[in-house]
């Protein structure tokens, strides 16, 4: 059975096949649509993709898009939340709506720090003790989409 997406979750050029998913598994779970940004360091036929995201993977709403500015026709009127460990902004002081996009870098790279300084006003972190470097991808996902679906239980 497949759901009208409520959220948009991104991923800017994923290289682990594990992550995503997982993250597919979380947009399942919060009726999101999982976006991938190409190139990917994987194959989405990738074994560890769908074992990660187990049997939901079927139920998952999600396309590939060969760049962000694809993705933008796509979404034209929604609102992008660019999530950076470099923002000063944080996750939570964002009111999301449904249909918001949440956009992540790469597990080794994250956002490109050009993308990043275009969208300054629309870039969030989520904070962590300075002994670490990022979160995981996965991890970062599903913190910022039960967020969205927190306030809108509110």
Same mark, same amino acid.
């Given at each position: ?14 290289? @682990? ?11 399942? /779970? ?11 360091? +994987?194959?989405?036929d990738d074994h560890h993709l769908r074992r990660a995201g187990l049997d939901y993977w079927k139920h998952l709403e999600w396309a590939a ?6 993705? /933008?026709?796509?979404?034209?009127? /929604?609102?992008?939340?660019? +999530?950076?460990? &470099?923002? &000063?902004?944080?996750?939570?002081? @964002? ?8 956009? +992540?870098?790469?597990? &080794? ?16 972190? @989520?904070? &962590? ?8 991808? /996965? ?16």
């Amino acid at each position: 059975m497949r759901y009208e997406p409520q959220l948009h979750v991104v991923l800017h050029q994923p290289e @682990i096949p594990h992550n995503t998913g997982n993250v597919g598994r979380t947009c399942v /779970a919060v009726e999101a649509k999982l976006w991938l940004v190409r190139p990917l360091g +994987f194959r989405l036929d990738d074994h560890h993709l769908r074992r990660a995201g187990l049997d939901y993977w079927k139920h998952l709403e999600w396309a590939a898009v060969d760049d962000l500015n694809a993705l /933008a026709a796509a979404l034209r009127e /929604a609102s992008f939340w660019y +999530f950076s460990k &470099t923002a &000063t902004v944080p996750y939570t002081a @964002i009111p999301y709506h449904k249909g918001d996009v949440l956009v +992540f870098g790469s597990e &080794t790279q994250g956002l490109p720090k050009s993308l990043l300084e275009k969208n300054a006003e629309k870039a969030v972190r @989520i904070p &962590t003790s300075a002994r670490v470097r990022s979160l995981n991808l /996965a991890n970062a996902v599903a913190v910022a989409a039960y967020e969205a679906v927190r306030q809108w239980a509110e």
